[in-house]
């Protein structure tokens, strides 16, 4: 074993393919350093590459695992809420069908299909234009 400076360096045998060899060699030639140098270099590249993915594959699941148990009981209560909206609104339909019905002679099925597509119109327009600016 050398110790150069407060390393010490170990000895180590690798097979390479002759081209990796050849493509080192002239790299090493290139960067005018030797062989051994641009291995370690690249080891060390690799090695540093490596473990920053790893520590951002770490933190986008981490990440993720807090955004799900932060959205998850918002999910659920805004399901519930747009439960209960729905329930409301049917109940609501088929007691304004029932009074109607009971009432005139009134065409409600002209009538719903009417109100429907005005409906649909309104949920693609700005929430201020339905409301006329009302409820801030």
């Known amino acids: 074993m050398k110790k ?3 390393a010490v360096n170990k000895r180590v045998h690798i097979y390479l393919p002759e081209n990796v060899v050849e493509e080192i060699d002239n790299l090493s030639e290139e960067f005018g350093i030797n062989r051994s ?3 370690e270099k690249a080891c060390l590249q690799y090695i540093e590459n490596e473990t920053k993915e790893s520590v ?9 695992k807090a955004l799900d148990n932060a959205l998850d009981p918002k999910i659920e209560r805004l399901a ?3 439960s209960k909206g729905a329930i409301f ?3 609501a339909q088929n007691l304004l069908i029932e009074y109607l019905d ?4 009134f065409d409600v099925l002209s009538s719903y299909t009417k109100a429907r597509v005005k409906a649909v119109d309104d949920l693609k327009k700005p929430f201020e234009t339905v409301m006329g600016g009302g409820l801030k």
């Open 80 to 82: 519930k809420l747009l």
């Open 37 to 39: 140098n641009l291995i």
């Open 56 to 64: 951002k594959d770490s933190i986008v699941a981490d990440l993720t």
């Open 102 to 105: 009971e009432a005139t002679t």
């Open 4 to 6: 150069g400076g407060d």
């Open 89 to 91: 609104s049917g109940v």
